[in-house]
Nanobody, 115 residues
Framework: QVQVVESGGGLVQAGGSLRLSCAAS????????IGWYRQAPGKERELVGS???????ALADSVKGRFTISRDTAKDMVYLQMNSLKPEDTAVYYC?????????WGQGTQVTVSS
């Protein structure tokens, strides 16, 4: 059984930083493409960024220059480093692992940025 778990959310002031972590059991991230998504109240879930199996990353325009995605192969973890946070970054952040065309979602972690 595959489980994906996010952690690291919390409350931070505007301009601050947070690092979200994504871990999984039942799969290894070395064969997965990982996407970070977020969903703000009343809005649709949107893709924040992704990292592919060979470590290539892509980020949404709204977070470029502020967020980075990385992977620790030794720990089999994926991270979303969020800097210069803005109130509009407030959302539940989700990690999705895609393995052989099947997507596995985590339960999400809340990020709240106060102004």
């Amino acid at each position: 059984q595959v489980q994906v778990v996010e952690s690291g959310g919390g409350l931070v002031q505007a301009g601050g930083s947070l690092r979200l972590s994504c871990a999984a059991s039942g799969i290894t991230f070395s064969v997965a493409a990982i996407g970070w998504y977020r969903q703000a109240p009343g809005k649709e879930r949107e893709l924040v960024g992704s990292i592919n199996r060979v470590g290539g990353t892509a980020l949404a325009d709204s977070v470029k220059g502020r967020f980075t995605i990385s992977r620790d192969t030794a720990k089999d973890m994926v991270y979303l480093q969020m800097n210069s946070l803005k109130p509009e970054d407030t959302a539940v952040y989700y990690c999705k692992a895609v393995v052989r065309g099947i997507g596995y979602w985590g339960q999400g972690t809340q990020v709240t940025v106060s102004s």
